[in-house]
């Protein structure tokens, strides 16, 4: 259990150090800003205390803050996609309770991994992107930077996953 708290750790370390270092100055056609950092909150065990993965998700999304100089808006929309996420798995594997102790991001099919970890990424950079413009003005902006930086998102975070994930 403790090896548990040590790899999680050390990977909010990891993914805030390279979010804020890296990924924020990545800037594709000055439309196109990933935000891996959101790998945390969907690898992070499922347990059915959520009270202190939330916690973990806030600080998470306000230390993207800090590097990014967004005033929040990680912070609430990393609180969100952490608030959502049991009932999201909940929907995508089909049944209303799971073995949370068991349960891997790894040990999922294929195709109901891809579906959740693209379903948090656009509801994440959705929340993102509309409380950045606040506006229903930007309305058509707000949802392509959803859909170009989700995807470009999606694809770095299944990179990085097949990169660093262990073969079985």
Request: glycine content about 6%.
């Amino acid at each position: 259990m403790n090896s548990l708290y040590l790899k999680n750790g050390f990977r909010f370390v990891l993914l805030v150090m390279v979010q804020g270092l890296i990924f924020n100055h990545i800037n594709l056609f000055n439309y196109i800003n990933p935000f891996v950092y959101i790998l945390f909150i969907i690898l992070f065990p499922v347990r059915k205390n959520i009270a202190p993965f939330l916690i973990l998700s806030f600080l998470l999304g306000l230390s993207v803050d800090f590097f990014s100089d967004s005033g929040g808006i990680h912070a609430a929309a990393s609180t969100f996609i952490a608030f959502i996420r049991l009932p999201y798995l909940n929907f995508i594997l089909g049944r209303s309770d799971f073995d949370y102790l068991l349960f891997h991001f790894g040990g999922l099919p294929l195709s109901k991994a891809i579906l959740y970890l693209s379903g948090l990424t656009f509801i994440h950079h959705l929340i993102v992107f509309s409380l950045e413009y606040f506006s229903l003005n930007e309305f058509s902006i707000i949802l392509s930077k959803t859909l170009y930086t989700g995807l470009f998102t999606i694809f770095l975070s299944i990179v990085a996953l097949l990169l660093f994930s262990k073969r079985r």
